[in-house]
């Protein structure tokens, strides 16, 4: 049963525009989240993280925002550059997980 | 620079061999991490160890086994009862199990001929 959901395993987004990138959970009991941006053939990097006391960080061009009574968090990039284009994995932690939970990713693609 | 060493980058390997893959950081972190890439599934956790000569099993840890003989290295190995070796492997470390940022390598790709 997958904790953690990125239902979207792509996205396309003009160059200079809005990149939304959706995240679902199921445990209630998770208390950090993050985002990690993965370029092929690399190591993931960490992008933004946000706790559950709050509902929204915001790092330069990178917000996520975090709605928990409907098990949600979505990391916003604007305006969007050719070089985001990789793949998001979502991640969450805390409760009773001893580790990171990761979902699938979606990979964006930024288009000039 | 401080940061996580996996080698090979690149392995290939017949079918039936046991290969071990390194792993190797020097930013003094407790908890380091195997996990595997597939297309389409995500990052899945292989092993992880909080301390020095302790490891626990991960979400696919059958065909996989791992040491901890020294905090700055958690060699993999894939054995020859992993039927589908062949993947992307990423080994993170944090500085303790429980603080949520994970830092990775650059990855193992891992071919299986």
């Known amino acids: 049963d997958q904790q953690v959901k990125q239902n979207s395993p792509s996205l396309s987004v003009q160059e200079g525009r809005i990149s939304i990138l959706n995240c679902d959970y199921t445990?209630?009991?998770?208390?950090?989240f993050l985002w990690y941006k993965k370029y092929p053939a690399e190591g993931p990097t960490f992008l933004i993280s946000?706790?559950?006391?709050?509902d929204k960080n915001e790092d330069g061009r990178f917000t996520v925002f975090l709605n928990k009574s409907a098990k949600h968090l979505s990391l916003h990039i604007v305006p969007s550059q050719p070089g985001d284009s990789a793949v998001y994995f979502c991640?969450?932690?805390?409760?009773?997980?001893?580790?990171?939970?990761f979902g699938k990713g979606t990979k964006l693609s930024v288009k000039p | 620079d401080g940061g996580i060493t996996q080698s090979p980058k690149y392995l290939f390997r017949k079918e039936g061999q046991n290969v071990t893959l390194s792993c190797e950081q020097n930013l003094n972190h407790d908890a380091m991490y195997w996990y595997r890439q597939d297309p389409g599934q995500g990052l899945r956790l292989i092993y992880y160890?909080?301390?020095?000569?302790?490891?626990q099993k991960g979400d696919i840890a059958e065909g996989y086994s791992v040491s901890r003989e020294k905090k700055e290295s958690f060699p993999l190995t894939v054995t020859s009862a992993q039927k589908n070796p062949t993947a992307f492997y990423l080994c993170?470390?944090?500085?303790?199990?429980?603080?949520?940022?994970?830092?990775f390598g650059e990855g193992s790709r891992l071919t299986v001929l």
């Open positions: 991640a969450a932690g805390g409760g009773s997980q001893g580790n990171l939970i």
């Open positions: 160890s909080q301390i020095v000569n302790d490891f």
């Open positions: 445990n209630s009991m998770f208390d950090y």
């Open positions: 993170a470390s944090s500085l303790t199990e429980l603080t949520g940022e994970l830092f």
């Open positions: 946000i706790s559950s006391i709050k």
